[in-house]
């Protein structure tokens, strides 16, 4: 309840909020079922903007050459990065979710429909550039993967916990910048494998290639 006026909104507010989490808790487990059923493995991969994730979808598919590879991509707005991943010559499924921080369990089931005519073997999904919403939303993936590039510092496991907490893997990003930002790779090895012991963790730049190997085999296994 309210505690400066006794109107119960404070009340109202966790039960909306426990209700919608039930409610999309629910139909992920309808969605983990379906993507199982047609033997698509799914991927759903959280970060901030500009952390690097359109990039490393497109230097996966490059590397995965006669993989049945399709995109769910969510933005707030525009389809920039759908069309971009769209010229990799692979289906994706645009989510504009005008505004909405996350992706939740129905986006990804209306999404799926239009890829579900010739299903992928592997789906990632780009979830909208964030790290604290979309740790609350269960979309039926297999792992979740947080991408984090080394230009957005050090603190990002310790501010965002519970993203990283949810990770099968994580992803540094662009360190082929690494010797020109300050930003401790084995100090962040540490606070990651603090959080979430079993994660594990994939040091790559998409743009040069270094180090994708050991992603591309993790993605195979």
Known sequence: MCESCGCGERTLRVTVSRGLLSENER???????????????????????????????????????????????????????????????????????????????????R???????????????????????PADFDLGEDLTVVVLSVTEGEDKPEKYPQAFRRASAVVLTKIDLLPHVDFDLARVAELIARITPEARLFPLSARTEEGLKPWIEFLRA
């Open 27 to 109: 139909l992920a487990r309808e969605n983990r079922a379906w993507f199982k059923r047609l033997g698509v493995r799914v991927i759903n991969l959280v970060g901030s903007p500009g952390a690097g994730k359109t990039s490393l979808i497109e230097a996966t598919v490059r590397r995965l050459p006669g993989a049945r590879v399709a995109v769910i991509e969510g933005d707030p707005e525009t389809r920039r990065d759908a069309e971009r991943l769209s010229r990799l010559g692979i289906p994706v499924a645009a989510v504009t979710t005008g505004g909405v921080c996350h992706l939740d369990a129905r986006m990804v089931h």
């Open 111 to 133: 999404a799926f429909h239009e890829l579900a005519a010739f299903p992928p073997e592997i789906l990632f999904i780009e979830n909208v550039g964030n790290l604290l919403c």
